[in-house]
Each structure stands twice: as C-alpha cells, then as structure tokens.
C-alpha cells in the first residue's frame, strides 16, 4: 500500500487525514499517518521487496469505541493487517492518541 493508497482509504471515515501533522491545529477526532522504516528484503546487492509500513495516529478528546471499530473494521475489510497499541491520554492537551501500525 502506498502514501495516495493509505490517505485515500482513511479519507473514507469522514474525519480530517493529514501526512505526518496538519498545517493548522484540528480539534479532535482526527487522523494523521506517517511512513515506518521499511524492513526491505535484499540479497546479492539488489533490493527485492520494500514495503510500506505506516503507523497511523487517531487523536479524539474522548475514548470513541465506534470510531475505533470503523478504523479497525475498515483496515481488516480492505485486507491490511494491523497492530494496535494501548491509548495514550495527554493529560496536558486533554486528548487521547491511539496508533495503529500497518
């Protein structure tokens, strides 16, 4: 999956997608992603395979279940396997972040 790919996909929720950060401040919820280190597949001195790997940030103000069930259900019916860590709550912004790793 590539940048176009990714942005596209996570367009479909109806919140605000950036690359790595907004121009502007948003308010919550809203999504940014950023490209991973890929893990790339090399041997006798060629590279054969580069993945993007991409970590995905959901920013809301308070713990939305439903509007992680959409992401997770739009990743896992698009085919993309993903990881999700725990929820970070900035206490001084007042916002959790959630990240998911595909």
């Keep these: ?9 996570l367009k479909t929720t109806n ?3 950036a690359y790595n950060k907004f121009k502007e401040k948003k308010t919550p919820p809203f999504m940014a992603y950023r490209e991973l280190a890929p893990e790339t597949f090399k041997a006798d001195g060629k590279t054969y395979y580069r993945p993007y790997n991409f970590e995905i940030e959901l ?5 939305d279940v439903e509007l992680e069930e959409t992401i997770e259900e ?16 900035d206490d001084d912004e007042k916002i959790y972040h959630i990240f998911y790793e595909i």
Aim: hydrophobic fraction near 35%; charged fraction near 35%; charge should be negative.
């Design 1 to 9: 999956m590539k940048h176009k790919d990714i942005y596209n996909l």
């Design 15 to 17: 919140i605000p997608v």
């Design 59 to 63: 920013v809301t103000e308070i713990k």
């Design 74 to 89: 739009l990743l896992t019916d698009n085919g993309i396997p993903y990881d999700k860590d725990e929820d970070v709550w």
